[in-house]
């Protein structure tokens, strides 16, 4: 069966079609949303001071099954600290001190896990330590590079 449809219809399906395409674009990138993994609501805060650092965790939402992880990275070798904390509430804080070891240099690294809004979220934070500089970082002296999809990859010795 052949159906014929005046001009006048299909004008008007064309511009709905317009209008609904139209509708879901927002040229304002401040309402545009967020891309990426959000992470956990919480501000981390590290101070470090020669051997002293302070870990601050500021909670910006309620949280249940909030796990805390202080570890070094890149060189830093300090033992890995972790803290299991009840239920949390919003613009609560949580410090802690840690002395790190003498002539210390690498990253400390915080990681902050919680439930909140019904799912699992979770926040990393990075201070340098010791002079240790992203950019350049400590360059391993063994293992060899290889190739994978492209890139260098350095394949370190096992300790």
Same mark, same amino acid.
């Given at each position: 069966?052949?159906?014929?449809? !005046?001009? +006048?219809? +299909? =004008? @008007?399906?064309?511009?709905?079609?317009? @209008?609904?395409? &139209?509708?879901?674009? !927002?040229?304002?990138?401040? *309402?545009?949303?967020?891309?990426?993994?959000?992470?956990?609501?919480?501000?981390?805060?590290?101070?470090?001071?020669?051997?002293?650092? *302070?870990?601050?965790?500021?909670?910006?939402? @309620?949280?249940?099954?909030?796990?805390?992880?202080?570890?070094? +990275?890149?060189? &830093?070798?300090?033992?890995? *600290?972790?803290?299991? =904390?009840?239920?949390?509430? +919003?613009?609560?804080?949580?410090?802690?001190?840690?002395?790190?070891?003498?002539?210390?240099?690498?990253?400390?690294?915080?990681?902050?896990?919680?439930?909140?809004?019904?799912?699992?979220?979770?926040?990393?934070?990075?201070?340098?330590?010791?002079?240790?500089?992203?950019?350049?970082?400590?360059?391993?002296?063994?293992? *060899?590079?290889?190739?994978?999809?492209?890139?260098?990859?350095?394949?370190?010795?096992?300790?």
């Amino acid at each position: 069966m052949l159906m014929r449809f !005046d001009r +006048s219809y +299909s =004008l @008007a399906v064309i511009l709905g079609t317009v @209008a609904v395409v &139209l509708a879901g674009c !927002d040229s304002d990138p401040a *309402r545009s949303p967020v891309r990426g993994k959000p992470g956990a609501p919480v501000g981390i805060n590290m101070l470090v001071d020669g051997q002293d650092a *302070r870990i601050t965790v500021e909670f910006q939402a @309620a949280a249940r099954n909030v796990h805390v992880n202080i570890r070094g +990275s890149a060189g &830093l070798s300090i033992k890995q *600290r972790a803290w299991r =904390l009840a239920d949390v509430q +919003s613009g609560e804080l949580w410090a802690q001190p840690i002395t790190l070891p003498e002539h210390a240099h690498g990253l400390l690294v915080v990681t902050v896990t919680m439930d909140t809004g019904g799912r699992t979220q979770t926040r990393i934070a990075t201070a340098t330590v010791g002079g240790f500089s992203h950019q350049g970082g400590l360059q391993p002296t063994s293992g *060899r590079v290889e190739q994978q999809n492209g890139e260098p990859v350095r394949i370190l010795p096992a300790h």
